[in-house]
């Protein structure tokens, strides 16, 4: 039965329920007597609190609708207002469940490209700083060493100290250049790369560790990738932000053939705060390989950053 031929038995129905009490032993004097008006006024709100619950009751499963179409997160996939009844409100629910199939897949699509040219950018800005300005600093080394040696010694220090500056910065831009483009990925596998990550963001005041269990599935080249990328983010936040002094990096295989990412920290936590473009950013990558992604309170305190890889994403390669 369509919306509007329940609406309208609906108001009928109590219209009809008047009608037969005016019919009925109930009658109207002229001028309305008190008794008279009270069995008017509660006959009337009797019937306006029958048409409210009946209406509360025909239009609900739109207002559960209404609800789950304010509420949807394409960067959340899977969650869909359920299908009840019949007519047009299951219609539109239907329409609008499909709906988000097609957005989901689209936004898929279109995020998948925008991140390969992501990589591919960051791969060529990397290329650069190591061919360009890494080749530069390091000439300007040489140079500077060689000036060292032939000038008095009350100016030899100081060209130490230049040397001693320079020489950092190009481990700066080389390190840059490692989480731009991680070239360890690509050449010894997702094991070692996340190995050389968390040495790499270990310092005297954080305390990072790495832990794979042995027995983990080989994955897909895509599928590494978006684990390393998540893991980095991951620790990228508990550095910057979370004010944790121990980090730990988790890869270990799931029941089923799946694979899991553990990233857990003991900072602060997130508490209210809003999430931030990195932690959207991490969900646009998971949507590429149809990954569950967590982030959240850890059982301790801290973060937990927790990534699910269902078996059908594997069949690549990983050392």
């Keep these: 039965m369509s919306l509007y031929w329940r609406i309208f038995l609906l108001n009928a129905a109590v219209l009809v329920v008047a009608v037969l009490l005016l019919l009925g032993p109930v009658t109207v004097s002229t001028p309305v007597l008190f008794g008279e ?64 199939d097609r957005l989901e897949a689209e936004r898929a699509t279109s995020t998948g490209r925008v991140l390969s040219a992501l990589e591919d950018e960051r791969q060529r800005i990397a290329q650069e700083l190591h061919d360009e300005v890494g080749q530069t600093l390091t000439a300007v080394l040489l140079q500077i060493k060689h000036a060292a040696d032939r000038i008095p010694e ?70 590494e990738l978006v684990l390393y990328r998540v893991a980095q983010e991951g620790l990228t936040n508990a550095a910057r932000h979370s004010g944790a002094t121990r980090v730990e990096v988790h890869l270990r295989p799931v029941p089923g053939g799946g694979t899991a990412l553990l990233v857990r920290d003991n900072g602060r936590g997130l508490g209210g705060a809003p999430e931030g473009a990195g932690i959207r950013g991490m969900r646009e990558r998971v949507l590429l390989i149809g990954a569950e992604l967590f982030v959240g309170a850890g059982p301790s305190g801290g973060t937990d950053v927790r990534l699910n890889v269902t078996a059908l994403r594997h069949g690549g390669s990983s050392s």
């Design 37 to 100: 008006a009270i069995v008017l006024v509660a006959g009337l709100v009797a019937m306006l609190i029958a048409n409210a619950v009946l209406l509360r009751i025909g239009l609900a499963p739109l207002g559960r609708l209404s609800r789950a179409m304010a509420t949807v997160d394409l960067l959340k996939p899977g969650a869909r207002p359920q299908v009840t009844g019949q007519g047009e409100i299951a219609e539109l629910t239907g329409t609008f469940n499909t709906m988000l």
């Design 154 to 223: 009350p100016v030899r220090a100081d060209l130490h100290q230049t040397q001693e500056t320079t020489r950092a910065s190009l481990d700066e831009i080389r390190r840059i250049a490692r989480r731009l483009r991680p070239g360890v990925l690509e050449e010894l596998g997702l094991h070692s790369a996340l190995r050389s990550l968390a040495a790499e963001f270990t310092t005297p005041r954080l305390s990072v560790s790495a832990v794979i269990t042995p027995g983990l599935p080989a994955l897909d080249a895509a599928t």
